[in-house]
């Protein structure tokens, strides 16, 4: 973990980021320094260098027989009101003038706590991205170049709002040979991410009052969405075999993610799947498979999708670009069935009208010249590396403790509790952060309270970190729940 001044400017990082950012908030008092030091497991003088670093600086006050307190200076208060703060609502609260326009009720207090932009971190086990070092830059470049010397930017119109007739052709062949899915060009709809999908769908599909249903643990940010849309959301709980579908209330629509659950990483049985297009059918509801990160795969090839074993047109398969490629990219797409496709043209092109066309016709070429499937064999088999390796140390470092829930895709692995022990996941991922881990709660992503765990994203951080990372954490943990 480095000497006492390394500990002491973590502490210090991490108390001053949380006053820019509202977290701590003008007059609140801080614990005393003993208190915080047993709490992050370091010494009562590491906290003292920090509390007085913070002091000299303007962002605390130190009150004899008082205690410690935030002092949010002028200088302070001015970064954070010019941005510095964004994101923290507490902090955009305070800039809010009296009778200034307010959003929609259903806007107003929606927060983003997982996805705002990671800070910089020695060992980065966050989630959700792939290792930016992998991305094919020297094809993409030619695929770029060569868009921009072809007729994508000399067209004076909008161009197909459900995506370039060429990428959703790839996109067809593409998931029909990697994952069996079963459709053509004309039941594509190219996206700006997932999330898009989500949204496009949400808006054709629901409407304010309907009950939808999500799995529990699962990804927050479409249950948000469904919320905001009006929809009643029903958490459905989750096993080590995926979306528990007997449980399942009569439903508008289901979100799922049955090849790599969302974080947990079962795989929904076969059995299970023939249960949810039954369900399906006797409620007239509509199944949203989300296929996020199976393609890197590490272990026997996966089941096929629900999305081929559908006969009746219930099924919406989604898929992303943003783990295989990069994020910042925004491209994913919808296979739907053709009875879904006009009003997701439609909704489309009220929504973006259509996506970069420069991006598509380069993904496109990357999909037609067999780059894309060479560049997803070659990560998956660094990820296949650094997904073995995080399990060896667990088993090594945690045993006992947190036991790795078997999962043989995707880019996380989760850590859930031995039997019987006592785990405090959000105190161990912030104290984590402080040591220079980072580490997601699995709390954070379940309605239902009870849930403990970690999530450890494994793109983020290169091979040869993994082992001190693991090291680090695993001292974390001991010194959290000790014995």
């Not at 008082?66 to 609260?93: D, E, I, Q, R």
């Not at 667990?394 to 989760?414: C, E, F, I, M, T």
Request: aromatic share 6%; net charge positive.
């Amino acid at each position: 973990m480095g000497g006492r001044g390394d500990r002491a400017a973590r502490v210090y990082r991490h108390l001053r980021d949380a006053v820019l950012d509202g977290r701590l908030r003008r007059g609140e008092r801080l614990p005393a320094t003993r208190e915080l030091a047993a709490r992050l497991g370091v010494s009562r003088s590491t906290v003292s260098t920090a509390y007085e670093r913070l002091t000299a600086e303007g962002y605390l006050v130190a009150r004899v027989g008082s205690g410690t307190f935030v002092a949010l200076p002028a200088a302070v208060a001015a970064a954070a009101s010019s941005g510095a703060s964004a994101g923290s609502s507490g902090a955009s609260a305070s800039r809010v003038e009296a009778g200034a326009a307010l959003p929609a009720p259903g806007w107003r207090d929606v927060a983003d706590p997982l996805w705002s932009e990671p800070r910089p971190i020695a060992y980065d086990f966050s989630i959700g991205s792939p290792d930016p070092a992998l991305f094919p830059h020297d094809a993409w470049r030619r695929s770029v170049a060569s868009a921009l010397r072809g007729p994508a930017l000399r067209r004076a119109h909008y161009s197909d709002s459900a995506g370039l007739e060429r990428l959703r052709a790839g996109i067809a062949r593409h998931v029909g040979l990697a994952r069996s899915v079963a459709t053509t060009p004309e039941d594509v709809v190219v996206t700006s991410g997932a999330q898009q999908a989500f949204d496009l769908l949400g808006r054709i599909l629901v409407q304010p009052g309907d009950t939808v249903a999500v799995e529990d643990p699962g990804y927050p940010p479409v249950r948000q969405l469904l919320e905001r849309l009006g929809a009643r959301v029903v958490p459905v709980p989750v096993d080590e075999h995926g979306l528990r579908v007997d449980l399942l209330p009569a439903a508008r629509l289901v979100y799922v993610t049955p090849s790599h659950q969302f974080p947990l990483g079962g795989v929904l049985s076969l059995e299970r799947r023939t249960a949810l297009l039954a369900w399906a059918r006797t409620h007239d509801a509509v199944v949203i498979e989300d296929d996020y990160d199976s393609e890197f795969r590490f272990g026997a090839r996966a089941l096929d999708p629900v999305q081929r074993l559908d006969g009746d047109g219930r099924v919406v398969y989604v898929g992303t670009f943003s783990k295989t490629m990069l994020p910042g990219l925004r491209l994913g797409f919808i296979v739907a069935p053709p009875s879904l496709v006009p009003a997701l043209r439609s909704a489309k092109r009220l929504t973006d009208w259509h996506n970069d066309v420069v991006t598509q016709t380069a993904m496109a070429s990357l999909l037609d010249s067999g780059a894309f499937a060479a560049h997803v064999r070659r990560a998956s088999r660094v990820y296949a590396e650094r997904h073995a390796l995080i399990g060896r140390e667990a088993a090594a470092l945690l045993a006992g403790r947190l036991d790795v829930v078997p999962s043989a895709a995707g880019l996380h692995l989760a850590l859930t509790p031995s039997a019987g022990v006592p785990f405090d996941s959000v105190r161990v991922a912030e104290a984590a952060g402080i040591a220079g881990v980072a580490a997601q709660p699995l709390p954070r992503f379940a309605v239902t309270a009870g849930r403990e765990g970690l999530l450890l994203g494994f793109g983020a951080i290169a091979a040869e970190d993994i082992p001190d990372g693991m090291r680090l954490l695993a001292e974390t943990v001991g010194r959290i729940h000790p014995g």
